[in-house]
């Protein structure tokens, strides 16, 4: 399979679209992405099955992601938003012994690896840390609805590459659009997701959780994992109390500990974003013979004119 789809690579990475046509502003954006995933996730991971299991974290503004990510890893690793930039890079935290799985030519290879807090959205913060344990990582991604378009971008880059996502809502913001069209997508391409229900008042997490859980089964993810936290207070590290976020940490390394369980995640993701691009080609293919017949009538008739100039 990796052959095939390093020549599909190839192929869209080469195509050609000069001609503005009614309709080819979204071929276009399609092709870029196709090639981006592909560069980014599909054959980095093919060629690397055995590699701990991306999860990335992602969601709404306000959900509370960076303070989950350090309440699952135990100490600050991520900043919160209301301490940090606007724009910023994301943040892999990983065991030491992986740290070989996510050099420069691995996952998301255009992201510049350093080992420092930037807020350049071009680079991919490292953290090792023996509190993940070794065959997970997990990435701190950017807002899918934020204010910046360069985060945003961002988010979905970080979402395609991920073998699965936790993604984060809150009560306040479950029933927003933005999200829930990253969640169709995820859903259409058999993307691993498992739903994260944050900062949700105690008399209140039955009643929005039961309502969220109809949502995501009327929209395909029915077998989605549905975890829900808490409203709590932090600590002075900006962590929640470890029982809030204790099913979700113990499911994560229990995937981690499973090779068989961690390596059925992987599958259903890479198959399903390779299903979704082969069916994605077709209609940049069909753009592509149009332009091309554009391209040879606007030649015929240059040489055709040519020939009747010489003529006369």
Known sequence: MITAIVRLHAALDATELPFDLPGLDDVRIARTQMVDQLED???PRLMTLEAPLLAVVGGSTGAGKSTLVNSLVGH??????????????????????????????????????????TDDPDSLQLVA???VPAGLAILDAPDVDSVEERNRVLAAQLLAAADLWLFVTS?????DQVP???????????????????????????????????MLASRGLKDSPLF???????????????????????WLDTLAEDS??????????????????????YPIADAAVEQTAIALSLKADVDETYDEAIAA
């Not at 009560?171 to 029933?175: H, I, P, S, V």
């Not at 068989?260 to 994605?280: K, P």
């Open 228 to 250: 829900t936290v808490a409203e709590g207070k932090i600590d002075n590290q900006g962590l929640l109390p470890p029982r809030h976020v204790a099913d979700i940490r113990e």
């Open 129 to 131: 840390t023996e509190a």
């Open 180 to 214: 829930w069209e990253y969640l169709k997508q995820a859903a259409e391409r058999s993307t691993a997701v498992a739903i994260v229900l944050d900062r949700t008042p105690d008399d209140a997490v039955q009643t929005v959780a039961t309502h969220l859980a109809r």
């Open 41 to 43: 996730y599909v054959i």
């Open 260 to 281: 068989d369980a961690r390596g059925a995640v992987v599958r259903q993701t890479l198959d399903g974003a390779v299903r979704t691009i082969t069916r994605r080609t």
């Open 171 to 175: 009560a306040a913001r479950y029933a």
């Open 76 to 117: 600050r690793v991520t900043t919160p938003g209301v301490l940090r930039p606007t724009t910023r890079s994301p943040v892999l935290v990983h065991h030491p012994d992986d740290a070989h799985w996510f050099g420069q030519d691995r996952l998301l290879p255009d992201l510049t690896r350093v080992q420092h807090v």
